[in-house]
């Protein structure tokens, strides 16, 4: 069983910074063969399609939202994904989740849910103004 658990969330002011991560375990899901990504969802709006990186890191998309502000890192042989989030800013206020693509790259379709296998449960990510 996959087991995808996110960390790191909380409670700052804007101008401000925190680092997400996701460690995978279990059966099932070769961390280091598959794209990953980060999602994030705030209360009444659709879950939004954060940043991709691909399975060697060498491919990696950002939204327009928090391109130049935002970056996605893994570490394959620790099985974690990261997102350092920088000049955060009260718009960025979700619950932020990562999530396993099916293949092990970032294909045309990264921002579709449908695109990916496994989610990890989420953790809160509150800006302050």
């Known amino acids: 069983q996959v087991k995808m658990v996110e960390s790191g969330g909380g409670l700052v002011q804007a101008g401000k910074s925190l680092r997400l991560s996701c460690i995978t375990s279990?059966?099932?899901?070769?961390?280091?063969?598959?794209?990953m990504s980060w999602f994030r969802q705030a209360p009444g709006k659709e879950r939004e399609a954060v940043s991709c990186?691909?399975?060697?890191?060498?491919?990696?998309y950002y939204s327009d939202s928090v391109k130049g502000r935002f970056t996605i890192s893994r570490d394959n042989d620790k099985n974690t994904l990261y997102l350092q989030m920088d000049s955060l800013k009260p718009e960025d206020t979700a619950q932020y989740y990562c999530?396993?693509?099916?293949?092990?790259?970032?294909?045309?379709?990264?921002?579709?849910?449908?695109?990916?296998?496994?989610w990890g449960q989420g953790t809160q990510v509150t800006v302050s103004s």
């Open positions: 999530a396993a693509e099916k293949y092990s790259y970032c294909g045309v379709d990264w921002r579709s849910a449908e695109e990916y296998r496994y």
């Open positions: 279990g059966s099932g899901l070769a961390f280091e063969e598959y794209a």
């Open positions: 990186i691909s399975r060697s890191s060498k491919i990696i």
